[in-house]
């Protein structure tokens, strides 16, 4: 993935080790959608971004009603359901949807922001100041060429640079301005589901049995699955799936550690069971995916 190298001259990117491994179906952009119901539900791996362009939009689903105005930005994970939506005659707006994997693996060092503030709210509404949407415009409008074009590879790094930076911008604005709760004004709920999250995405070990992470907030593995399902409809033991898989993407296609070193760095017990966990959840050997067979 891109990062900033610490020797490097101030707002210099490297771009060396992109190593996020993409697929047509991770990214979908939409222009001048006038209709959003007609986009959701999709399918079960992405999260909906919506840029509004004029005109309102009312929304209904289990967490209570939201209406966008024009400028702001919605963002919502999978499977939410939306109970009811309506629309001023003259709504416009820009989508972009990006699977889970696509958001982890960009947002690596920044992704307990987006989870906590995306999934403990389920539906987010940004209001954007005329700056944000003069670049927000700019972004979709960019993301959406290059991903028309990404048939050579430095096209698809390129694609991937701007999804990033804008994910980046949407995590700036997620994590200064709320959407985000205070932990105060949480349920006991939703502060467990927070701190799961934290633990997860701060564990040097993710892959770890439910009962550590459990036990680690004093609760039950029991009620722990039941509010990860509440609150992001995925098991704990998905979570920790989906971590331990992007750690295994990181590792195999970044570092220069061996394919033994890497199952025991992520606490597999054996080159066997590591195999039949990659074949799994990457669909081929780690040797395959390694070298990008």
């Known amino acids: 993935m891109a990062y900033l190298t610490k020797n490097a001259p101030l707002g210099y990117v490297d771009l060396s080790n992109f190593i996020v491994d993409y697929a047509d179906g991770d990214v979908s952009v939409y222009e001048k959608v006038k209709d959003i119901s007609r986009l959701y539900p999709l399918r079960p791996m992405s999260n909906l971004i919506a840029f509004c ?19 702001d930005v919605l963002i919502c994970p999978p499977n939410v359901f939306f109970d009811d939506i ?30 906590h503030a995306v999934y403990i709210n389920q539906v987010n509404i940004i209001s954007t100041t005329s700056v944000n949407q003069e670049e927000f415009g700019l972004y979709l409008s960019l993301i959406k060429s290059k991903k028309s074009n990404s048939s050579r590879d430095s096209n698809i790094d390129a694609l991937l640079a701007l999804i990033r930076a804008f994910l980046l911008e949407l995590c700036f604005i997620l994590g200064n301005s709320s959407p985000m709760e205070k932990e105060q004004k949480m349920s006991q709920g939703k502060v467990l589901f927070n701190k799961f999250i934290s633990l997860l995405s701060s564990s040097d070990l993710k892959r770890q049995p439910v009962t550590n992470y ?7 593995p029991k009620y722990l699955t039941m509010l990860c399902l509440k609150y992001s409809n995925k098991t704990a033991s998905d979570w920790v799936a989906q971590y331990t898989t992007e750690e295994i993407r990181f590792y195999l296609k970044s570092s220069n550690l061996s394919i033994k070193e890497i199952s025991a760095k992520l606490g597999f017990s054996n080159m066997s069971h590591f195999g039949s966990y990659v074949r799994k959840h990457l669909g081929m050997s780690p040797s395959e995916f390694r070298h990008g067979k």
């Not at 005659?89 to 920044?110: A, M, P, T, Y």
């Open 214 to 220: 459990a036990s680690q907030l004093a609760i039950t």
């Open 53 to 71: 362009l004029r005109g309102e939009l009312r929304l209904k689903t289990g967490g209570g009603r939201f209406e966008v105005k024009e400028g």
């Open 86 to 115: 309506n629309f001023s005659d003259d709504f416009e707006c820009r989508v972009l949807c990006l699977s889970d994997h696509i958001i982890q693996g960009l947002l690596r060092d920044k992704i307990d922001v987006w989870h």
